[in-house]
Nanobody
Framework: QVQLVESGGGLVQTGGSLRLSCAASGGSFSSYSMAWFRQAPGKEREFVAACNWSGSNTYYADSVKGRFTISRDNAKNTVFLQMNSLKPDDTDVYYC????????????????WGQGTQVTVSS
């Protein structure tokens, strides 16, 4: 059983940056693919970024490509999402997720989820 805890969310102005962290415990973190999703009230959970077990293979949603970077530190059991050039449309609750095997973009393919962290971008 893996527990995931996100942190680093907050309020930032348009064009600003935030770095989200997701700390994992209770499992073999280095064997999991990790991903970030986001969700607004009343909307479906949306894929943001994913990486394989080593972080050497990454994939991004078109809406964040070139602005967001996913990375991981397996020694610290932590995955990060560096978010730059933030826009009001990036305002959402951000969730990290873990799964065995390769990364996927569908939320239903992930086994473990964090509780989410709120990101608000003001215009």
């Amino acid at each position: 059983q893996v527990q995931l805890v996100e942190s680093g969310g907050g309020l930032v102005q348009t064009g600003g940056s935030l770095r989200l962290s997701c700390a994992a415990s209770g499992g073999s973190f280095s064997s999991y693919s990790m991903a970030w999703f986001r969700q607004a009230p009343g909307k479906e959970r949306e894929f943001v970024a994913a990486c394989n077990w080593s972080g050497s293979n990454t994939y991004y949603a078109d809406s964040v490509k070139g602005r967001f970077t996913i990375s991981r530190d397996n020694a610290k059991n932590t995955v990060f999402l560096q978010m730059n050039s933030l826009k009001p449309d990036d305002t959402d609750v951000y969730y990290c997720a873990a799964r065995s095997g390769g990364w996927r973009t569908r939320p239903g393919m992930y086994t473990y989820w964090g509780q989410g962290t709120q990101v608000t971008v003001s215009s």
